[in-house]
């Protein structure tokens, strides 16, 4: 069973920097991946999402130009670097395993889940 672990996560200022990280135990080269994340009171929101392979990539609106995904193959690790950061950028991010190779948008795509890493973005 794959397992997945976020790390990178903390308090930033506004303008900053964070690359969050994610481990997968387990085989995930063959599935797409993607970040999540959720704000205190809102839902589970699409931040980006990389195929199989890490040729193709989708981004979210609000994120697109700031966030980049990438994936490590030889460390099984996901990233996500965050640039420009807002104070709405704020919640809790996950990473994903979904069950295909082709990238997707929506949280029910995908079957496997971290515990997530909090960023917070101070103004």
């Known amino acids: 069973q794959v397992q997945l672990v976020e790390s990178g996560g903390g308090l930033v200022q506004a303008g900053g920097s964070l690359l969050l990280s994610c481990a997968a135990s387990?085989?995930?080269?063959?599935?797409?991946m993607g970040w999540f994340r959720q704000a205190p009171g809102k839902g589970r929101e699409f931040v980006a999402t990389?195929?199989?392979?890490?040729?193709?990539?989708l981004y979210a609106n609000s994120v697109r130009g700031r966030f980049t995904a990438t994936r490590d193959f030889a460390k099984n690790t996901l990233y996500l670097l965050m640039n420009s950061l807002k104070s709405e950028d704020t919640a809790r991010y996950y990473c994903?395993?979904?069950?295909?190779?082709?990238?997707?948008?929506?949280?029910?795509?995908?079957?496997?889940w971290g515990q997530g890493t909090q960023v917070t973005v101070s103004s």
């Open positions: 387990g085989q995930t080269n063959n599935v797409a």
């Open positions: 994903a395993a979904r069950g295909y190779a082709g990238v997707a948008t929506s949280a029910d795509e995908y079957k496997i």
């Open positions: 990389i195929n199989w392979i890490g040729s193709a990539t």
